[in-house]
């Protein structure tokens, strides 16, 4: 095992509409303090009761998914809790995973795509 699942980003227009949307869905808190994340107009997370995370992310000129429309696909990406970030960026890469953003030593995550192209993060725990 390199990761533990931290979070599902959805990408979306409106952060604060979609966080309040799934809180009423499954209750939890909306933007509750975690270290693991910055806040902001372009962030949200929504913490359930049962622990899982989801965080919404602003996307410009967002373009909504229409399933099963592959020219809309599905948009959302995992982020990966990893101890130690630069042993886990070696091990993703060498089981088929690309880099697509190194972690420049100045933000604790790196971003990766997976061998169908689909990106998710590794994040330091």
Same mark, same amino acid.
């Given at each position: 095992m390199i990761a533990n /699942?931290?979070?599902?980003? %959805?990408?979306?227009?409106?952060?604060?509409? %979609?966080? &309040?949307?799934?809180?009423s869905l499954l209750g939890g808190v909306v933007n509750?303090?975690?270290?693991r994340?910055?806040? @902001?107009? @372009?962030w949200a997370t929504l913490h359930t009761g049962g622990g899982f995370v989801l965080a919404f992310q602003r996307v410009?000129?967002? &373009?909504?998914?229409?399933?099963?429309?592959?020219a809309h696909p599905q948009q959302f990406h995992l982020d990966l809790g990893v101890k130690d970030l630069e042993r886990a960026q070696e091990?993703? /890469?060498?089981r088929g995973a690309t880099l697509l953003d190194a972690s420049d030593g100045k933000r604790s995550? @790196?971003?990766?795509?997976?061998?169908? @192209?689909?990106?998710?993060? %590794?994040v330091r725990d």
């Open positions: /699942l931290q979070c599902v980003v %959805l990408d979306c227009a409106d952060v604060v509409e %979609l966080s &309040r949307f799934y809180q509750q303090p975690d270290p994340w910055s806040l @902001g107009e @372009g410009e000129d967002h &373009r909504p998914p229409q399933w099963p429309d592959s091990d993703v /890469l060498k995550w @790196g971003i990766f795509a997976d061998p169908a @192209g689909h990106p998710f993060c %590794l």
